[in-house]
């Protein structure tokens, strides 16, 4: 299983980019098997930054989808508007699954917390046991699942953890419960050496379409 992402910073006033992040979501949901979603960045990312994601089983799959966008008059409409409130270019990735069973549906205001960093690559295999270890454990700490990802392009050796909660509050409270555990801390501290130092990142992201 993949995690497709398209991120993108949207320069625009609330009352524009919202609904036009809400219509191009539901543009492409109609017309793809993609059960794709909308977040929003609140902390670890730029503002205004938006996140778009999608479960796809397959490249192939994710591929077909996309190609049959590009004669969707309606969807190449609004990309054209959207070239303009977006300044810079966004990026697309492609994250391959490693740990979990993430679910393709999650309500609108729930919350996704993301924690990413880059493993050294001589020691990927166990940077990757590591972070299995590490996902099993916040689960049991905060009862909430994990999942972890490895980039499948881009740069090497990135992985990245996400927990998604059903608001802000159970955010908060799985944060906190992490940040006091004994084994979660135990665990940062064996980590020395598997990563290349600076690159660890956590962000909040909450859905919005």
């Known amino acids: 299983m993949y995690l497709f992402s398209r991120t993108a910073v949207v320069r625009a006033n609330p009352r524009v980019m919202f609904p ?9 949901r109609a017309n793809t098997s993609l059960p794709v979603s909308a977040w929003t960045a609140s902390f670890g990312a730029p503002v205004g930054g938006v996140v778009w994601s999608a479960l796809v089983r397959s490249q192939a799959e994710l591929a077909a ?4 966008l ?3 008059q309606e969807y190449l409409d609004l990309l054209a508007t959207g070239q303009e409130m977006i300044p810079v270019a966004g990026q697309d990735a492609l ?3 490693v740990h979990g069973s993430p679910e393709s549906e999650h309500g609108l205001g729930s919350v996704s917390s993301v924690t990413w960093g880059t493993a050294t690559l001589s020691r990927i295999g166990e940077a990757l046991e590591w ?3 590490m996902a099993q454990h916040a689960e049991k700490t905060t009862g909430n699942p994990v999942s972890v990802w490895v980039n499948a392009f881009g740069l090497m050796g990135e992985v990245t953890f996400f927990s998604i909660y059903d608001d802000v509050a159970a955010a908060e409270t799985g944060q906190l419960a992490l940040n006091s555990d ?3 801390l135990e665990r940062l501290h064996g980590s020395e050496g598997l990563w290349i130092p600076g690159s660890g990142n956590q962000g909040r992201f ?3 379409a």
């Not at 036009?20 to 979501?25: A, F, L, R, S």
């Open 206 to 208: 909450t859905r919005i």
């Open 65 to 68: 989808d996309m190609t049959s």
């Open 95 to 97: 994250r391959r699954l």
């Open 182 to 184: 004994q084994g979660y």
């Open 70 to 72: 590009l004669n969707n």
């Open 131 to 133: 972070s299995v270890d």
């Open 20 to 28: 036009w992040v809400q219509q191009i979501t539901e543009v492409v």
